[in-house]
């Protein structure tokens, strides 16, 4: 079973692991991007007095606080992994 499994499973070349690393980045900051627009839209409405609950208000700007923290923290790890690396001797 498991040479079934890994003759299916092939590995990806450079190229594609840094095109399918890319895309994934760029998906997970475009989810934070609709997430800082949709606790805008929310802000928005309360501001104008439109028929909005203030604790959809509230939960749409945490929602869009944690993702937006959640992304920096990861950010910053890359970094810190591609420092780490740049400084391993060849």
Known sequence: MDIQRAETQRKLTPHEAQNSFKTALNEALHKVNDAQHASQ???????????IDLHEVMITAQKASITLQTTVEVRNKIVEAYQEIMRMQV
Not at 41 to 51: F, H, M, P, V, W
Request: hydrophobic share 25%.
């Open 41 to 51: 839209k929310a802000t928005d409405k309360l501001a104008r007095g439109e028929s």
